[in-house]
């Protein structure tokens, strides 16, 4: 019996992160139904970019209360993980804080993790007054209704109780406050357990604070969460070209050059039909590369995107944030059915097009690429949104009457208007 | 106006047995716009004053397919593609500048991939580098103290970073350049891009150009200066529509033309 403790632990511990590494492992599975995109350039740029956008959180601070609150729960959420280490060896093995046994640097190592577990609760309780009585705009919008909504909200709870309980397993353990070190903020709570059996708050408090980091990392793959380590690849993987830069799809370029060659035999049958893709665009998430479906899980629905989008300041349908959220959640969806259906996805009748985002919104981009830039995470929603566009013109036929036009126009004589090509130069004679 | 222009085409000069120093890309809106037309000529004048050897397709030139490609319309936009750059490549062209951020960043971003390897510049980036090399002067007179912002265009700015070029010509003309509380990498889009220009705006509570205008007129400007001749339209369309009279619209090359009279 003596050992009933170590075995939960060690239960509970293994039980949370199998089940967590099951889910990721769905995730990947989910993103790899993306079509393949190389990624294989520039690795030196990548690393940088993910080094000082990820890393640095240098997008972040554009917005400075947010980003640098931001950066503290940042801080406060990669150091306090120490203690987590710490935490699992006395779990594990019965011990009762191993590490300090290191000497005076452990009490220096407790207090760090105490002023940023204070400073954590302070940012997050400001969050939460941002989102629930500020009411900043950005989370305000229709598509944060709802669990969006009460998912932000808990992840804020989530942050709130697991700090709590760090400084009350600190405050009621006599033995750590006895030695007067690294008790920074713990001190000044230690009196308010005087009286109580504080034994056995400590050991309830160190308890649900390593179940809470548990339950917490299983959370994750259910919420908007994800970012927290999703943000690393994203940043690597994100476009390392010109904003300005759209892909030009090869299926075209060979359709496109064996038009153009006189030589080509017409009635000749093509054998390599591979190179010909069954849909061009894409009207579901499996048209989608899987860098886009990366970008789909990492977003974090904090809404800059939306906020510095043009179309949805004049109060247009079309919200960035939510491309990124309804190709995440059609994601989802698409990859449930693979579960419940041994493997391989039954169509259902729907798809990301129609029964999640609009034909409005897709039109009312600008291309303007002002979400691109304010994604601190180099997200694109702007690439889905044309490779929408692509699969509405070149399978439906279905672009807006004035839009046809411009393009017959194009077609007929060069120009988006309906000018002949040979008055091109009269501007001269003007 | 000035004298009569030189505008010579590509084919001129194949005939002559030479390669002019760089081509001017006028684009559809340069050659068919009315108001875009004033700045093409602007620029023609500045290249002229500057001696530059230039040549321009003419009736050669077409679409860069920039508007087909943003709708979703790849097979269009590279047909465009395919057939200027087999105009380009037969001239031999290494270098071209344009006055329109679309096809600015077609041509240099888009292009390559599909056979036209090119160096690409803005007009104000190529304006720039012929004061730095001293082939063209700015007088300041006529802008001196006026009160001056510049919008960016989204594809001269985000999609290319460059946001120093044309603030440092109208700096060159002693203008007073105030900056709208969105601009650079925050700058808001007139709405025309994505090729909005060629439709009505989805429904919403606002236009995106009265929007703009108004961040505009924030800084209480005489002139709202820009690079792009869709920006232009629609800034001069929010002019009308919320301060006529007051505040003028032009290009940074109608800028460095009227300080030098041309």
Request: hydrophobic share 40%; glycine share 8%; charged share 20%.
């Amino acid at each position: 019996m003596e050992f009933l403790p170590n075995l939960i632990f060690a239960i509970l511990l293994f039980t949370g992160i199998g089940f967590f590494a099951r889910n990721i492992s769905k995730l990947k599975r989910n993103i790899d139904l993306g079509k393949d995109v190389d990624t294989s350039d520039q690795t030196k740029i990548r690393w940088k970019n993910m080094a000082r956008i990820a890393l640095g959180q240098s997008k972040m601070v554009r917005r400075p209360i947010a980003g640098i609150l931001h950066i503290v729960v940042y801080v406060g959420f990669v150091v306090i993980n120490i203690e987590v280490l710490e935490i699992i060896i006395d779990g594990l093995f019965g011990t009762h804080r191993i590490f300090s046994g290191i000497g005076s640097l452990y009490g220096v190592l407790i207090g760090t993790f105490e002023i940023l577990a204070a400073l954590v609760f302070v940012a997050v309780i400001i969050f939460w007054f941002r989102r629930n009585v500020v009411k900043i705009q950005r989370f305000m919008k229709s598509e944060m209704k709802g669990w969006p909504k009460l998912d932000g909200n808990l992840i804020l709870y989530f942050e709130i109780v697991l700090m709590g309980l760090f400084i009350i397993m600190n405050a009621t353990d006599v033995e750590f406050q006895s030695t007067n070190s690294g008790n920074i903020i713990s001190q000044f709570f230690a009196p308010m357990f005087e009286g109580y059996n504080v034994h056995l708050i400590e050991r309830v408090a160190w308890w649900m604070h390593i179940v809470g980091i548990l339950v917490f990392l299983n959370y994750l793959y259910y919420s908007k969460h994800l970012h927290i380590l999703l943000a690393f690849p994203n940043t690597y993987y994100g476009s390392v070209k010109p904003k300005g830069y759209f892909n030009n799809l090869e299926a075209v370029t060979n359709e496109v050059k064996l038009m153009m060659d006189p030589n080509i035999d017409p009635f000749a049958t093509t054998e390599e039909d591979a190179s010909i893709p069954d849909k061009f665009g894409a009207s579901d998430v499996q048209d989608l590369n899987w860098v886009q479906l990366l970008n789909a899980y990492t977003c974090t629905e904090c809404g800059r995107c939306t906020s510095e989008c043009p179309a949805n300041q004049t109060g247009k349908k079309l919200s960035p944030r939510k491309i990124m959220m309804d190709t995440r959640d059609r994601l989802v969806e698409v990859g449930n059915n693979i579960d419940t259906n041994k493997g391989v996805f039954v169509p259902d009748g729907k798809q990301l097009l129609g029964d999640y985002i609009t034909n409005e919104e897709l039109w009312a981009c600008t291309s303007c690429n002002a979400c691109v830039e304010a994604c601190p995470i180099s997200i694109d929603p702007l690439s889905i949104i044309l490779e929408m566009r692509r699969y509405l013109v070149m399978e439906q036929s279905a672009a807006p009457m004035e839009l046809n036009t411009m393009m017959s126009n194009i077609e007929n004589n060069g120009a988006p208007w309906p000018y002949n090509q040979m008055d091109r130069l009269n501007w001269k004679n003007d | 106006m000035s004298d009569v222009l030189k505008v010579p085409t590509m084919a001129e000069f194949m005939a002559t047995g030479k390669q002019p120093e760089v081509l001017f890309w006028v684009g559809c809106a340069g050659s068919f716009d009315d108001r875009a037309r004033k700045i093409t000529k602007a620029f023609v004048r500045l290249l002229n004053k500057a001696k530059v050897e230039f040549a321009v397709l003419g009736t050669e030139e077409s679409c860069t397919g920039d508007p087909a490609k943003r709708s979703g319309n790849e097979f269009l936009f590279q047909m465009q593609a395919v057939t200027n750059i087999e105009v380009l490549n037969a001239y031999e062209v290494k270098k071209i500048v344009t006055a329109c951020p679309h096809c600015f960043n077609t041509l240099k971003n888009e292009y390559p991939s599909l056979g036209g390897d090119y160096a690409v510049m803005h007009h104000t980036q190529f304006l720039k580098s012929l004061l730095e090399e001293g082939r063209l002067s700015i007088e300041g007179g006529k802008f001196k103290g006026k009160r001056i912002t510049f919008h960016d265009p989204c594809y001269l700015g985000r999609a290319n970073d460059v946001y120093e070029a044309p603030r440092d010509l109208i700096q060159k003309l002693d203008a007073e350049l105030v900056e709208m509380k969105n601009c650079r990498k925050k700058g808001l889009c007139c709405g025309a891009g994505g090729a909005q220009m060629f439709k009505d705006a989805e429904k919403g509570d606002k236009e995106i150009n009265i929007e703009r205008t108004e961040q505009a007129m924030e800084v209480t400007p005489e002139i709202i200066a820009t690079g792009c001749p869709f920006c232009n339209t629609m800034m001069t369309d929010g002019v009308k529509n919320k301060a006529e009279g007051q505040i003028e619209v032009m290009d940074v090359a109608e800028l460095i033309a009227n300080a030098n009279d041309l």
